[in-house]
Nanobody, 117 residues
C-alpha cells in the first residue's frame, strides 16, 4: 500500500505563487514517475506536470513557463512550484505516483487551489 499526503494549497491572488508538496509513504518500490493533476469544477482531471526518476519532465501547455515540478528522491517527496497564477488555475490538485511494479496509479487526497482575480 502507498499513501500520498499533499500540502500547500490555498487562496492566492492572480499573479501570486504557491508551492504544493506530496509526501509518499508505504511500500514504495521501483518508482516510474511522479506527477500532479488537477480537476476544476465540472471538468475532467488533467495532467499538470510529470517527472520521471530519470529527471524527464512534461508539462501541460497551459502551465509551461509558470509551473515547475521537482522531487527529493531521498524523501520520496515531490513539489509543484506555481508562479504567475491565473484564475483559470483554480482547481483541486492531486499528486500521483506510478510504480513499475503496479499497473494502478496512486493518488493523493487532493488540495484546493483558488486564484482570485
Amino acid at each position: 500500500q502507498v499513501q500520498l499526503v499533499e500540502s500547500g494549497g490555498g487562496l492566492v491572488q492572480a499573479g501570486g505563487s504557491l508551492r504544493l508538496s506530496c509526501a509518499a509513504s508505504g511500500n514504495i518500490v521501483s518508482i516510474n514517475a511522479m506527477g500532479w493533476y488537477r480537476q476544476a469544477a465540472g471538468k475532467q482531471r488533467e495532467l499538470v506536470a510529470n517527472i520521471t526518476t530519470g529527471g524527464s519532465t512534461d508539462y501541460a501547455d497551459s502551465v509551461k513557463g509558470r509551473f515547475t515540478i521537482s522531487r527529493d528522491s531521498a524523501k520520496n517527496t515531490w513539489y509543484l512550484q506555481m508562479n504567475s497564477l491565473k484564475p483559470e488555475d483554480t482547481a483541486v490538485y492531486y499528486c500521483s505516483l506510478d510504480l513499475w511494479v503496479s499497473p494502478a496509479t496512486s493518488w493523493g487526497q487532493g488540495t484546493q487551489v483558488t486564484v482570485s482575480s
